[in-house]
Nanobody
Framework: QVQLVESGGGLVQAGGSLRLSCAAS????????MGWYRQAPGKQRESVAA???????TYADSVKGRFTISRDNAKNTVSLQMNSLKPEDTAVYYC????????????????WGQGTQVTVSS
């Protein structure tokens, strides 16, 4: 069994910063891609940032230059540093990981965190 646990959300004023963290635990053989998604009220879930096992990163255009994704492969963690936050960044943020378990190491499965609320006030 695998779990993703997020932390670091909260309320911040526009222009401020927050750092989200996500730790994967359980029967993990290896982790391929990891990333962060967000879902604002009344909107579809969207990809914010992603990072490969080798450290390659991609970002949504709306967060480029403001957000930075990083990971620690030894600790099975992924983080999202969010700077210059805007009210439109308000959403529930979800951690995602593509994980091979020790039970089925040849199969890559998607796992999700429970979500953490980020609210940016104007």
């Amino acid at each position: 069994q695998v779990q993703l646990v997020e932390s670091g959300g909260g309320l911040v004023q526009a222009g401020g910063s927050l750092r989200l963290s996500c730790a994967a635990s359980g029967s993990i053989f290896s982790i391929d891609g990891m990333g962060w998604y967000r879902q604002a009220p009344g909107k579809q879930r969207e990809s914010v940032a992603a990072i490969t096992s080798g450290g390659g990163t991609t970002y949504a255009d709306s967060v480029k230059g403001r957000f930075t994704i990083s990971r620690d492969n030894a600790k099975n963690t992924v983080s999202l540093q969010m700077n210059s936050l805007k009210p439109e960044d308000t959403a529930v943020y979800y951690c995602n990981a593509e994980i091979r378990t020790t039970v089925l190491p040849l199969a890559v499965m998607d796992y999700w965190g429970q979500g953490t609320q980020v609210t940016v006030s104007s």
